[in-house]
């Protein structure tokens, strides 16, 4: 199972150091859940939250060199999801999932 703390890894290592208000609003997760993922992901050392270099209100989130090194093996994570997930689907069913599923989640976004 994929869990929080890969999307996390994930998306900062996308993106590098975030306001951790910005991982809130990816993960549509309350602002709470989100604080109580990213303190375990920090007693893992795997991310840091400090003040924000610009805005003393916010914390920015940033990987650790442990979360770096993390990294490989969610996205491998992710890669085994979406093999068993959708093995069974011809390349059209894929096509008409992905295209079914963006439009789900622009219409949230816009929400």
């Given at each position: 199972?994929?869990?929080?703390?890969?999307?996390?890894?994930?998306y900062?290592d996308?993106?590098?150091?975030?306001a951790?208000?910005?991982?809130?609003?990816?993960?549509?997760?309350?602002?709470?859940?989100?604080t109580?993922?990213?303190?375990?992901?920090?007693?893992?050392?795997?991310?840091?939250?400090?003040?924000?270099?610009?805005?003393?209100?916010?914390?920015?989130?940033?990987?650790?060199?442990?979360?770096?090194?993390t990294?490989p093996?969610?996205r491998a994570?992710?890669?085994e999801?979406?093999?068993?997930?959708?093995?069974?689907?011809?390349?059209?069913?894929?096509?008409a999932?992905?295209?079914?599923?963006?439009l789900?989640r622009?219409?949230?976004n816009?929400a």
């Amino acid at each position: 199972m994929v869990s929080p703390h890969e999307i996390v890894l994930l998306y900062l290592d996308e993106h590098g150091p975030v306001a951790q208000t910005e991982l809130v609003h990816y993960m549509g997760r309350d602002r709470s859940t989100v604080t109580a993922t990213l303190q375990a992901m920090e007693r893992a050392d795997l991310v840091v939250r400090s003040s924000s270099p610009t805005d003393k209100r916010a914390t920015t989130v940033a990987l650790t060199d442990h979360g770096r090194e993390t990294v490989p093996r969610a996205r491998a994570a992710w890669v085994e999801l979406e093999r068993r997930t959708t093995s069974p689907l011809t390349a059209d069913q894929k096509n008409a999932l992905v295209e079914a599923l963006a439009l789900i989640r622009d219409t949230l976004n816009q929400a």
